[in-house]
């Protein structure tokens, strides 16, 4: 098993609809990250979580809201989203700083697409 | 205030050929440098890092990165190409030790291998 799980791998959903995206690391860290990754576009920093506090929301619509129960889970809610959401949507842990914090560790990411 | 340019989004090269990937950054203090891969369907992945220690960094598959100060550039070699190095690759800068919520990252170089 790899150390940052990601589910679903793919979701198509309408702009009506809610629905949500997973993430699980087995890796002992305490920051974990969601990154939107578009087409000819930097990764895009969303969200931070640390000690499952949110350290970090980078002006994201409200539309998409995250979730850390612990520090192994975050989730993504998504309702309401636009076409222009479509795009791969990656989530990363990290050791806290000081303990190699700057190293990010990826899951394989949820290709989302929005109709 | 940093960031991260990659001259050529996509590049191409012979199986056997040298693999040079472009990286210029901006950092107003003395930065931490990354290369990440990204293949298909699949998260990021760490290729090597420079962090203040020694400016020739090798990293796994055999590639490895120069840290030029003079230049502001951390560009990626490998001395020969293999199919299997056919992925995006991700230049990322960071303002020093436990700042992964800090990186910035390029918009990738797409490395092509041809037979």
């Known amino acids: 098993e790899t150390g940052v799980t990601q589910t679903p791998r793919h979701l198509v959903m309408g702009m009506t609809n809610k629905k949500s995206l997973k993430c699980e690391q087995h890796?002992?860290?305490?920051?974990m990250y969601w990154y939107k990754q578009s087409a000819k576009k930097p990764l895009e920093l969303m969200f931070v979580?640390?000690?499952?506090?949110?350290?970090e929301n980078n002006s994201v619509p409200s539309r998409f809201s995250p979730e850390c129960p612990n520090s192994s889970h975050l989730f993504l809610h998504l309702h309401t989203l636009q076409p222009e959401d479509s795009a791969l949507y990656l989530c990363?842990?990290?050791?806290?700083?000081?303990?190699?914090?700057?190293?990010?560790?990826f899951g394989s990411g949820t290709q989302l697409s929005v109709l | 205030a940093q960031s991260v340019t990659q001259l050529g989004s996509h590049v191409s090269v012979s199986e056997g050929a040298l693999v040079l990937l472009r990286c210029n950054y901006s950092s107003s203090v003395p930065p931490y440098l990354f290369w990440y891969v990204q293949y298909p369907n699949q998260g990021l992945q760490l290729l090597l890092k420079y962090t203040s220690a020694a400016t020739l960094v090798k990293g796994i598959n055999g590639f490895e990165a120069e840290f030029k100060k003079s230049e502001t550039s951390f560009h990626l070699t490998k001395p020969s190409a293999h199919m299997s190095d056919a992925a995006e690759y991700f230049c990322?800068?960071?303002?020093?030790?436990?700042?992964?919520?800090?990186?910035?990252f390029g918009s990738g170089t797409q490395l092509t291998v041809l037979p």
């Open positions: 890796l002992g860290h305490n920051a």
């Open positions: 990322a800068v960071s303002p020093g030790p436990g700042s992964a919520r800090q990186l910035t």
């Open positions: 990363a842990s990290s050791q806290a700083p000081g303990q190699g914090g700057e190293k990010l560790f």
């Open positions: 979580y640390s000690l499952e506090e949110r350290v």
